[in-house]
């Protein structure tokens, strides 16, 4: 049998501007659902706080929707939707509900008691109380749920390449067509490397956004 | 529609017998993953305890789920494949033939964090007080570890157990792409021949084997977990901000991997 190569770096090298498209692929796959998953989820914190009996029944469906193997809710949509980003997108956006939600009515849950009721003393009406003290102390409870769900989607989006999406996932199916193992770890080792960039960015822009968390490690 | 639904039903009708009939499918996937299951909990489950009972492997069990979590699935079966031809290769009595191995390598790899890291977390958990009230009665080391604090740790052990099952059985779809049979097999050859009725039978027998998985092992854990232990039946009682688990030192984990 003749000796496989793991890694071609010519082939790597001649493949810069593809592989620098992939990766702006991926992104925009990411990028997208966790905008809408984030904007859906909030919606449904807001229900959840506003009426607690339904965060029992909320929690319960975005659990079933997370349980769904992935590619099996692909195959469900391919039917009604096509080979499309908006498949892609609608299992992506669908797996980071549970999480993000979760962690918002939690972070918002969390808030001090004692804070809200001196913040209501000083005038603060419900939807001050909630823009200005509610949402900016949950903060990092809330972006702990936006790492993991990035994180999870970005290795999600790998699996896209089955329905003709996939960024990153591209190479790897690819790599296992064409029986090049270089494509394969290409496409796995760069998706992992976008998550954990992805993550470390976000503890990142997290910072500014609650300095009271870095005074407090000070002190 | 209803045609469709005709369709369906159909192919649930015809495509029971056979190598390629569903009965064979869903063996052939319950049999890789099943396999996959039993070397993880055989290789995490001791080890992970062994580190909890010794109080180390903090940052192991963090990286495990971090890297865990990082690792897209698809890569993991995808190199699985090189890695098993090699190992073939280096191995001539390994059979790599028939996608059996990669897929298993893969969904090996993909049980252990949820498992390693929940065991941990449980044998971690134990009380302290607890532990020191068995030592001070006289227990040693390896009957704290099997009397004390394995009971105890049980409830954790299991969900982890779970966890892995579910995702295990959800992966294992993918290894029609490395060649194994499976019930991926519909889901892939339907994308294929762009066939939405054999699609969305693969997609319904995989779902169907995740749930039935999932509350099987379960099951199983409630029976095995000391009646005191034994965590509520419904996930509805849990307050919802129970489920979140802030990990030191890393990201904040679920302790599982999106299937």
């Known amino acids: 049998m003749i000796a496989r190569t793991l890694i071609d770096w010519g082939w790597i090298l001649d493949h810069l501007d593809e592989i620098r498209d992939r990766v702006g692929e991926h992104l925009l796959l990411t990028g997208i659902a966790l905008g809408v998953g984030l904007a859906i989820a909030t919606g449904l914190a807001l229900i959840g706080l506003r009426f607690p009996g339904t965060i029992a029944p909320i929690t319960w469906a975005t659990s ?53 009721e001196a913040a209501r003393g000083m005038g603060y009406g419900r939807r001050r109380l909630l823009l200005e003290i509610e949402i900016p102390l949950a903060l990092p409870v809330i972006l702990a749920g936006v790492r993991i769900a990035a994180v999870t989607t970005v290795g999600l989006v790998t699996i896209t390449a089955l329905i003709g999406q996939g960024g990153l996932g591209y190479f790897i199916l690819d790599g296992l067509r064409r029986d090049f193992d270089t494509e394969i770890v290409l496409g796995t080792f760069v998706s992992v490397i976008l998550a954990v960039t992805l993550d470390f960015t976000l503890v990142l822009a997290g910072r500014p956004l609650t300095p009271w968390a870095r005074r407090k490690a000070a002190a | ?195 939405s009725v054999e699609i969305t039978a693969g997609a319904l027998l995989v779902v169907l084997l995740a749930l039935v998985t999932g509350s099987a092992v379960g099951r199983l854990g409630r029976l095995l977990i000391p009646p005191p232990l034994r965590p509520a039946p419904k996930p509805g009682n849990i307050p919802p901000g129970q489920h979140v688990v802030p990990v030191r030192g890393g990201s904040a984990s679920p302790l599982s991997t999106k299937p």
């Open chain 2, 1 to 195: 529609m209803i045609d469709y639904f005709g369709d369906l039903v159909r192919w649930f009708g015809e495509n029971w017998a056979g190598e390629a009939g569903y009965l064979h499918r869903t063996w052939e996937h319950v049999t890789v993953s099943g396999t996959a299951l039993v070397l993880a909990v055989a290789i995490a489950v001791p080890l992970a305890a062994w580190l909890g009972h010794r109080g180390r492997g903090g940052l192991a069990a963090v990286s495990v789920v971090n890297i865990g979590q990082a690792l897209p699935s698809f890569g993991i079966v995808a190199l699985a494949l090189p890695f098993t031809i090699r190992l073939a290769d280096a191995l001539p009595f390994i059979d790599s033939g028939l996608g059996f191995l990669p897929t298993l390598v893969a969904l090996f790899a993909l049980a252990l964090p949820p498992v390693f890291s929940n065991t941990h977390a449980g044998f971690r958990g134990v009380d302290p007080e607890v532990v020191e009230a068995a030592r001070g009665m006289g227990m040693g080391g390896r009957r704290v570890l099997a009397a004390v604090e394995l009971p105890l740790a049980a409830p954790l052990i299991f969900e982890g157990i779970r966890v892995a099952a579910i995702q295990v059985v959800a992966t294992a779809p993918l290894g029609a792409l490395v060649g194994y049979g499976g019930l991926g097999q519909y889901i892939i050859h339907g994308f294929a021949t762009r066939d």
């Open chain 1, 64 to 116: 079933a929707l997370y349980t769904i193997p992935s590619l099996a809710l692909f195959a469900f949509l391919v039917p009604i939707t096509g080979l499309t980003v908006l498949t892609a997108e609608i299992g992506l956006v669908s797996y980071t509900l549970l999480i993000l939600f979760r962690n918002i009515v939690a972070g918002i849950q969390g808030v001090d008691p004692a804070v809200l």
